[in-house]
């Protein structure tokens, strides 16, 4: 069974970069999409970016575009987000989901995934 694990949250100054990293073990994540999400408190969940399983196939949510980017190294069986310009209201837990049939805009839209991890905490000072 595919596990998911988040690192690279930390405490970083507005304006400032941050790069996630989604490692998963149990499975090859070459045959998942992968989507990166975040939820701060009181807040719903938002979707930030997907990737399809060749990278081919791109999505960026209204809150990543121009400022995060997302990639995948399935030789390492991680996924990344790198963050810029980071901005207060970026605080929040960030994880990242898998899904093995579902498209890049499924996985965004509609917050499908079969699996998830448990998150990473970003905070973002002013």
């Known amino acids: 069974q595919l596990q998911l694990v988040e690192s690279g949250g930390g405490l970083v100054q507005s304006g400032g970069s941050l790069t996630l990293s989604c490692a998963a073990s149990g499975s090859s994540l070459d045959s998942y999409g992968i989507g990166w999400f975040r939820q701060a408190p009181g807040k719903n969940r938002e979707a930030l970016s997907c990737i399809s399983k060749d990278s081919g196939n791109i999505f960026y949510g209204v809150a990543a575009k121009g400022r995060f980017t997302i990639s995948r190294d399935n030789a390492k069986n991680t996924v990344y987000l790198q963050m810029n310009s980071l901005k207060p209201e970026d605080t929040a837990v960030y994880f990242c989901?898998?899904?093995?049939?579902?498209?890049?805009?499924?996985?965004?839209?509609?917050?499908?995934?079969?699996?998830w991890g448990r998150g990473t905490q970003v905070t973002v000072t002013s």
């Open positions: 989901g898998a899904d093995a049939v579902s498209s890049v805009q499924v996985i965004c839209g509609m917050g499908r995934s079969d699996y």
